[in-house]
Nanobody, 124 residues
Framework: VQLQASGGGLVQPGGSLRLSCVASGFTLEGYPIAWFRQAPGKEPWGISCISGSDSGVYYDDSVKGRATISRDNAKYTAYLQIDSLKPEDTAKYYC??????????????????WGKGTQVTVDY
């Protein structure tokens, strides 16, 4: 069972990135997928979640209006697109799920299974 985030890199301010989260060993269907990010010296922070039950989507204020979360269960993949990137978006980004949930309630408090992260750096 594994989650792997990818798609990070160095992007100039104002640019866009699409992060991918690929599941192996299990299907994403029915489970929520959340994205967290951790800036240097800070705790991980939940920024978005997509429900496994009704595909409801949720965004933290820090990315609301700039981010789009989606999922393709057939491809075992979830995505997070972030536009208009800012230097404060620089962080390591992680995807996570919770096998005891179907929705995103309290996703920001943590999910029980995390994948390896991908670094996003926004700079000139």
């Amino acid at each position: 069972v594994q989650l792997q985030a990818s798609g990070g890199g160095l992007v100039q301010p104002g640019g866009s990135l699409r992060l991918s989260c690929v599941a192996s060993g299990f299907t994403l269907e029915g489970y929520p997928i959340a994205w967290f990010r951790q800036a240097p010296g800070k705790e991980p922070w939940g920024i978005s979640c997509i429900s496994g039950s009704d595909s409801g989507v949720y965004y933290d204020d820090s990315v609301k209006g700039r981010a789009t979360i989606s999922r393709d269960n057939a491809k075992y993949t979830a995505y997070l697109q972030i536009d208009s990137l800012k230097p404060e978006d620089t962080a390591k980004y992680y995807c996570a799920t919770d096998f005891e949930k179907t929705g995103c309630t309290d996703y920001g408090r943590g999910m029980d299974y995390w994948g390896k992260g991908t670094q996003v750096t926004v700079d000139y």
